[in-house]
């Protein structure tokens, strides 16, 4: 809960750091427990610039992803959120993956 009890100013600098860190750091991040709550906090409540930026490392890395705990955690906290254009991204994306 620390990261949600951050000011405004730390807290974007630490988002804008995770999702600017590149794809290697991003799957570090979001299948780590820690990171991956701060993943789904910003799904919940960051920015829209923000949020959108998140989502596509989420697609970027679906597959690895979805067969991980943590990283599941924040795949459905997509889903949660996203509503239908988010629903249709990720099965969009599996179908990709599926057809190689």
């Not at 804008?16 to 750091?25: A, F, H």
């Not at 906090?41 to 596509?56: C, F, M, P, Y």
């Not at 679906?62 to 991980?68: I, N, R, V």
Request: charged share 25%.
């Amino acid at each position: 809960h620390a990261f949600e009890n951050l000011e405004a100013e730390v807290k974007d600098g630490i988002v804008d750091e995770l999702i600017n860190s590149g794809p290697v750091v991003f799957a570090e991040v979001v299948k780590d427990q820690w990171g991956s709550h701060c993943v789904q906090h910003i799904l919940k409540h960051g920015s829209e610039a923000h949020r959108a930026q998140t989502l596509l490392h989420l697609l970027d890395g679906l597959l690895d992803f979805a067969t991980s705990e943590q990283g599941a955690e924040s795949v459905t906290q997509a889903l949660k959120e996203g509503g239908e254009a988010t629903l249709d991204r990720i099965v969009g994306r599996m179908r990709e993956a599926a057809n190689g």
